[in-house]
C-alpha cells in the first residue's frame, strides 16, 4: 500500500488495533451506517493504518461520518449484484460505503474464479473505499490473485497539462505466497495520492519534489500552494502515470457506465448531500486455472527470493511490494497505532458529538 508514514518520536499517541475498531464501529453506527457498512469501513480503516498507509487509514473517518450524515452515503443500502456472464457481473452499490462495496464485489469475483478460473465485477453508484490494496489483499487471502481499480474526482494534471483532469486512479494487485504474507502492490497513478497533501499540510510537512503543482502548473512543495498532482513520473515522465490514470478510468467508469472522474463531485466538496457515483473495477485469478499449484507457489517463491537477494544500491536490503507494510503492521500491532495531533482532536470531537467512549491511549 502508499505510504504515509507517521511513526517518529512526535508521534507518542498510540492506540491498540482492536480498540480503534470498537471506536469505529460505535462511531459509523450512531452515524447512521448498519453493521455491514460500519465493519466493512472498520476494516479497511483500520487494515491500512496497521500497515502504515496512514493517508488512506484512520485519518478518512470523520469525512465518512459527515458523508453519511449530510446524506451523500446511505447507510443501509441496498445493492444488488447482477452476473452477466460466468466470469463477470455488475454491482450496483446503492450508494453506500465505497469500503462495502468493494469487499462485496471482491466475494463476488473470488466465487467466480473458483468456478470458471477468473471473475471481474464492475461496480457503480458507488463512493471512496478507501485503500485499493485492502480488496486485492482480500482475493489474495483466499488464495486468489487479486487487482483492484477505481476512479476519483479530478486531482491530477496530465502531462504537460495546467488543469486537473485524472483522479489519482489507483492499482492495486496482490498474490497469496505460501508460507507467507501475500505480495501486495498498492499505488496511486499520481505521483502522490491527495490525502497525503491533507496529511502533509495537517502536520506542516513539506511534499517531496516533483508530485504536486499549484495553480499555474508550477510544481510546488508546499501543501497549502497545490491546486494539482503530477502524474507518475513527474514533471519529465507524466505520460507514463497519465496514460495508467486512463486505464483505470476506463476500467472503472467506462465499465460500470459511470461518469469519467473529470465529471464527479468532489470528495472533499461543500456538497454532503449528492450522492456521487464512484466507479470500481475488481478481478480475481485463480492460479489453479493456469498452472499446478505446487508450481504457482515455486515459481513465486524463487521469484521473491531473487528479488530480496539483489544488491541494494545504499547498502541496506532490496524490498518486495508489501514488505514494508508488513513489517509495519508488526510493530504497530505491538506498540500501537499512531495519531498526529490533528487526528487527536478529530477523534476526541466525535467521541463527544456522537457520545462515544474515547479512545484509549496505551501507555
Known amino acids: 500500500m502508499n505510504q504515509t508514514r507517521q511513526d517518529s518520536p512526535q508521534h507518542d499517541f498510540r492506540v491498540a488495533a482492536e480498540d480503534l475498531e470498537r471506536f469505529m464501529l460505535e462511531v459509523l453506527r450512531r452515524a447512521g451506517a448498519d453493521a455491514a457498512s460500519s465493519s466493512a469501513v472498520t476494516r479497511a480503516l483500520v487494515t491500512a493504518s496497521r500497515m502504515g498507509t496512514d493517508s488512506h487509514g484512520l485519518r478518512l473517518l470523520p469525512h465518512y461520518i459527515k458523508a453519511l450524515q449530510g446524506g451523500r452515503l446511505k447507510g443501509a443500502p441496498e445493492m444488488r449484484f447482477t452476473r452477466r456472464l460466468p466470469a463477470t457481473g455488475f454491482l450496483d452499490a446503492g450508494d453506500g460505503v465505497g469500503h462495502l462495496a468493494g469487499y462485496t464485489a471482491m466475494e463476488h469475483a473470488v466465487a467466480m474464479a473458483g468456478e470458471v478460473g ?3 465485477v464492475a461496480v457503480g453508484r458507488s463512493s471512496h473505499f478507501g485503500a485499493a490494496g485492502c480488496y486485492a489483499l482480500a482475493a489474495a487471502e483466499r488464495g486468489m490473485i487479486g487487482l483492484a481499480f477505481c476512479n476519483s474526482d479530478p486531482f491530477v494534471l496530465l502531462h504537460n497539462s495546467l488543469a486537473p483532469f485524472h483522479g489519482t486512479n489507483p492499482i492495486a494487485f496482490a498474490a497469496p505466497v505460501t508460507g507467507q504474507s501475500p505480495y501486495l502492490l ?21 511534499l517531496p519534489d516533483q508530485v504536486a503543482a499549484d495553480g499555474e502548473g508550477r510544481v510546488t512543495r508546499i501543501p497549502a500552494e497545490v491546486a494539482a498532482l503530477l502524474p507518475l513520473g513527474g514533471s519529465d515522465f507524466g505520460f507514463k502515470g497519465a496514460g495508467l490514470g486512463g486505464m483505470v478510468e476506463v476500467l472503472s467508469s467506462t465499465l460500470s457506465g459511470m461518469l469519467n472522474g473529470f465529471r464527479l463531485l468532489p470528495m472533499g466538496g461543500a456538497d454532503m448531500s449528492t450522492p456521487r457515483g464512484v466507479g470500481h473495477f475488481f478481478l480475481a485469478l485463480n492460479p489453479a486455472a493456469f498452472v499446478d499449484e505446487v508450481t504457482f507457489a515455486s515459481c513465486l517463491a524463487d ?3 531473487d528479488l530480496r537477494a ?6 541496506g536490503e532490496v524490498l518486495a511490494p508489501g514488505d514494508r507494510e508488513w513489517r509495519c503492521l508488526a510493530r504497530r500491532d505491538a506498540e500501537g497505532i499512531p495519531l498526529d495531533s490533528a487526528n487527536q482532536v478529530a477523534y476526541a470531537t466525535l467521541a463527544e458529538s456522537l457520545s462515544v467512549q474515547p479512545l484509549r491511549p496505551l501507555a
Open 186 to 206: 498498492d499505488m496511486a497513478t499520481s505521483s502522490v495520492p491527495w490525502n497525503r497533501v491533507q496529511q502533509y499540510g495537517a502536520i506542516g510537512r513539506e
Open 310 to 315: 539483489q544488491p541494494a544500491s545504499d547498502g
Open 303 to 305: 521469484y521473491l527470493a
Open 118 to 120: 477468473m471473475g471481474a
